[in-house]
């Protein structure tokens, strides 16, 4: 078992920056692969970024050169620092761990870019 917690969203102005974490509990969490999600009211949740056990990285086209997903398995943290924000990035962000058949989601942090 993984519970996921989500933590860093707030309210920042266009062109700002803020960093996401999410700190997991449970055993083996090095081998999971993370993923950040985003749902945006009235819109389906998508993804945005995600990190591998090995540390490989993809990212939504809508994110790339802006966004930055890191892992350190020490903390059994993973932190997404998103600059450049703008407000289309408005949404809950949600965690995702999944490995095998196994796929938990974190409760989700509020991000709100606004002037």
């Known amino acids: 078992q993984v519970q996921l917690v989500e933590s860093g ?3 920042v102005q266009p062109g700002g ?3 996401l974490s999410c700190a997991a509990s449970g055993s083996f969490f090095s081998i999971y692969t993370i ?8 819109k389906q949740r ?3 970024a995600l990190i591998t056990s090995g540390g490989n990285t993809n990212y939504a086209d809508s994110v790339k050169g802006r966004f930055t997903i890191s892992r350190d398995n020490a903390k059994n943290t993973v932190y997404l620092q998103m600059n450049s924000l703008k407000p289309e990035d408005t949404a ?7 490995w095998a058949d196994y ?9 709100t ?3």
């Open 35 to 42: 993923g950040w999600y985003r749902q945006a009211p009235g």
């Open 9 to 11: 969203g707030g309210l």
């Open 113 to 115: 870019v606004s002037s």
């Open 46 to 48: 998508e993804f945005v």
């Open 92 to 98: 809950v962000y949600y965690c995702n761990a999944y």
């Open 103 to 111: 796929d938990y989601w974190g409760q989700g942090t509020q991000v």
């Open 17 to 19: 920056s803020l960093r």
